[in-house]
Protein backbone atom coordinates (compact mmCIF):
# COMPACT_ATOMS: atom_id res chain seq x y z
CA UNK A 1 0.00 0.00 0.00
CA UNK A 2 2.81 2.22 1.26
CA UNK A 3 3.97 1.97 -2.57
CA UNK A 4 1.06 3.68 -3.85
CA UNK A 5 0.77 6.77 -1.95
CA UNK A 6 5.24 7.44 -2.40
CA UNK A 7 4.33 6.85 -6.93
CA UNK A 8 1.09 9.52 -5.71
CA UNK A 9 3.77 11.66 -3.80
CA UNK A 10 6.07 11.67 -6.61
CA UNK A 11 4.19 13.76 -8.38
CA UNK A 12 3.48 16.06 -6.15
CA UNK A 13 4.48 20.11 -5.04
CA UNK A 14 7.10 20.09 -1.45
CA UNK A 15 3.52 21.63 0.06
CA UNK A 16 1.28 18.66 -0.77
CA UNK A 17 3.99 16.23 0.01
CA UNK A 18 3.81 17.40 3.33
CA UNK A 19 0.12 17.41 3.38
CA UNK A 20 0.19 14.02 2.50
CA UNK A 21 3.16 12.98 5.45
CA UNK A 22 0.40 15.49 8.34
CA UNK A 23 -1.96 13.01 7.28
CA UNK A 24 0.15 9.57 7.22
CA UNK A 25 -0.26 8.72 10.93
CA UNK A 26 -3.85 8.88 10.84
CA UNK A 27 -3.80 6.81 7.47
CA UNK A 28 -3.89 2.99 9.65
CA UNK A 29 -6.26 0.36 8.13
CA UNK A 30 -8.73 1.36 5.59
CA UNK A 31 -8.29 5.03 6.21
CA UNK A 32 -4.79 4.31 4.13
CA UNK A 33 -6.74 4.20 0.70
CA UNK A 34 -8.59 7.45 1.70
CA UNK A 35 -4.78 9.16 2.10
CA UNK A 36 -3.85 7.77 -1.57
CA UNK A 37 -7.28 8.86 -3.45
CA UNK A 38 -6.88 12.34 -1.56
CA UNK A 39 -3.53 12.25 -3.18
CA UNK A 40 -4.90 11.73 -6.28
CA UNK A 41 -7.31 14.23 -6.06
CA UNK A 42 -4.56 16.66 -5.07
CA UNK A 43 -2.37 15.84 -8.35
CA UNK A 44 -5.05 15.90 -10.46
CA UNK A 45 -6.33 19.57 -9.43
CA UNK A 46 -3.12 20.99 -9.68
CA UNK A 47 -2.66 19.39 -13.81
CA UNK A 48 -6.47 21.10 -14.11
CA UNK A 49 -5.44 24.35 -12.66
CA UNK A 50 -1.78 24.44 -14.63
CA UNK A 51 -3.75 23.59 -17.63
CA UNK A 52 -6.59 26.36 -16.86
CA UNK A 53 -3.49 28.59 -16.68
CA UNK A 54 -2.05 28.11 -20.25
CA UNK A 55 -5.18 28.10 -21.24
CA UNK A 56 -6.38 31.88 -19.86
CA UNK A 57 -2.63 33.44 -20.62
CA UNK A 58 -3.62 32.36 -24.24
CA UNK A 59 -6.43 34.14 -23.90
CA UNK A 60 -5.11 37.33 -21.92
CA UNK A 61 -2.82 37.03 -25.11
CA UNK A 62 -5.21 36.80 -27.47
CA UNK A 63 -6.59 40.30 -26.31
CA UNK A 64 -9.84 38.42 -25.83
CA UNK A 65 -11.72 39.59 -23.28
CA UNK A 66 -14.32 37.33 -20.82
CA UNK A 67 -17.48 39.43 -22.47
CA UNK A 68 -15.85 37.84 -26.28
CA UNK A 69 -15.59 34.26 -24.76
CA UNK A 70 -18.84 33.88 -22.98
CA UNK A 71 -20.15 34.84 -26.62
CA UNK A 72 -17.80 32.24 -28.43
CA UNK A 73 -18.56 29.47 -26.24
CA UNK A 74 -21.99 30.19 -24.75
CA UNK A 75 -20.61 29.71 -21.41
CA UNK A 76 -21.14 32.55 -18.73
CA UNK A 77 -18.59 35.04 -17.39
CA UNK A 78 -19.07 34.45 -14.15
CA UNK A 79 -18.45 30.29 -14.79
CA UNK A 80 -15.37 31.33 -17.18
CA UNK A 81 -13.94 32.86 -14.37
CA UNK A 82 -14.45 30.04 -11.94
CA UNK A 83 -12.87 27.77 -14.38
CA UNK A 84 -10.00 30.42 -15.13
CA UNK A 85 -9.66 30.40 -11.10
CA UNK A 86 -9.52 26.69 -10.55
CA UNK A 87 -12.78 26.93 -8.53
CA UNK A 88 -14.80 24.31 -10.97
CA UNK A 89 -14.19 21.04 -12.50
CA UNK A 90 -14.72 20.73 -16.24
CA UNK A 91 -15.55 18.49 -18.63
CA UNK A 92 -13.01 17.86 -21.41
CA UNK A 93 -15.51 18.87 -23.49
CA UNK A 94 -15.83 22.51 -21.50
CA UNK A 95 -12.10 22.65 -21.92
CA UNK A 96 -12.00 21.99 -25.17
CA UNK A 97 -14.89 24.45 -26.30
CA UNK A 98 -13.21 27.26 -24.48
CA UNK A 99 -9.52 26.64 -26.56
CA UNK A 100 -11.42 26.10 -29.87
CA UNK A 101 -13.09 30.02 -28.87
CA UNK A 102 -9.31 31.04 -28.69
CA UNK A 103 -8.18 29.28 -31.55
CA UNK A 104 -5.93 26.55 -29.33
CA UNK A 105 -6.01 23.04 -29.10
CA UNK A 106 -6.75 20.70 -26.07
CA UNK A 107 -5.15 17.59 -26.65
CA UNK A 108 -5.21 14.75 -24.07
CA UNK A 109 -2.62 11.04 -24.16
CA UNK A 110 -2.47 8.44 -22.09
CA UNK A 111 1.17 7.18 -21.67
Same mark, same amino acid.
Given at each position: ?MSK?????????????????????? %?EGA?????????????????????????????????????????????????????????????? %?????? %?????????????
Amino acid at each position: MMSKLNRVKRNLTKAQQNRVDQARPA %AEGADREDVIRQGQEVQRLSELRDVMKLLKEAREASGMSLRELETNTGISRGNLSRLENGDSNPTI %ATLRRY %AAAIGRTVKITVE
